[in-house]
């Protein structure tokens, strides 16, 4: 594709919600990268996979945070239990093969929790 | 522990001002320094990446110089169009480690 999408674009939840985010890396890409950007803050690493495999999920901040990219393609968040302090814009990534190649970002997903 | 700080948090210019942005770092071994532009609402865009003292790297307005221990983000004759967070980023183990950002105003 053109370039990384993410949808939804916005999410409400209630808290104790479970809410999936959604992202579509740059075909042909074999890592993607999810953060998370807090309101005047930089975004922060959660997990990284290479091909399906995740390799680093140490971002992650508690177990209620799961990440999956089964096919090696689009990959999907997923916050079980929603609580207000994981509301953030939830950013996706992605580079041809290496950490250290350029990672573009999609337009990402900010998440409302009330 | 992999470090950013950006500097000033904050700057306005008036168009045509030239100016710089500051990138301080601290990492055991650089593998990359990117520089990506942030607009409200939306996610970073890639600017540039350097990977050795002494490199630098130009588009339009802007210029990337990189030492062993900062960076510098320069902005010659900038125009309202320039406004927005420009952010540094420090290639980790398995991510890139940002810094905060700069958010500059240009005023027409």
């Known amino acids: 594709g053109a370039g990384v999408s993410q949808s939804p674009r916005y999410k409400v939840a209630k808290r104790g919600q479970d809410v999936a985010l959604r992202c579509d890396p740059i075909s042909g890409h074999v890592s993607l990268f999810w953060y998370q950007q807090a309101l005047g803050q930089g975004p922060e690493f959660l997990t990284y996979?290479?091909?399906?495999?995740?390799?680093?999920k140490s971002g992650l901040p508690s177990d209620r945070f799961f990440a999956e990219r089964p096919e090696g393609s689009v990959s999907t968040l997923k916050i079980q239990r929603t609580q207000q302090e994981d509301s953030a814009v939830y950013l996706c990534a992605s580079s041809l093969v290496t950490v250290q190649e350029t990672q573009y970002f999609g337009p990402g997903t900010r998440l409302l929790v009330l | 522990e992999d470090q950013v700080t950006q500097s000033p948090e904050a700057l306005r210019l008036q168009e045509g001002e030239s100016s710089s942005l500051n990138c301080s770092y601290t990492v055991s071994g650089l593998r990359g320094l990117f520089w990506y532009r942030q607009d409200p609402g939306k996610g970073p865009e890639f600017l540039f990446t350097l990977y050795s003292a002494g490199e630098e790297k130009e588009k339009e307005r802007l210029k990337a110089t990189l030492t062993k221990k900062e960076s510098f983000l320069h902005i010659t004759a900038p125009k309202p169009e320039d406004s927005a967070t420009y952010l540094c980023?420090?290639?980790?183990?398995?991510?890139?480690?940002f810094g905060t950002g700069t958010r500059l105003t240009v005023i027409p």
């Open positions: 996979f290479q091909n399906e495999a995740q390799l680093d």
């Open positions: 980023a420090v290639t980790g183990a398995n991510n890139l480690f």
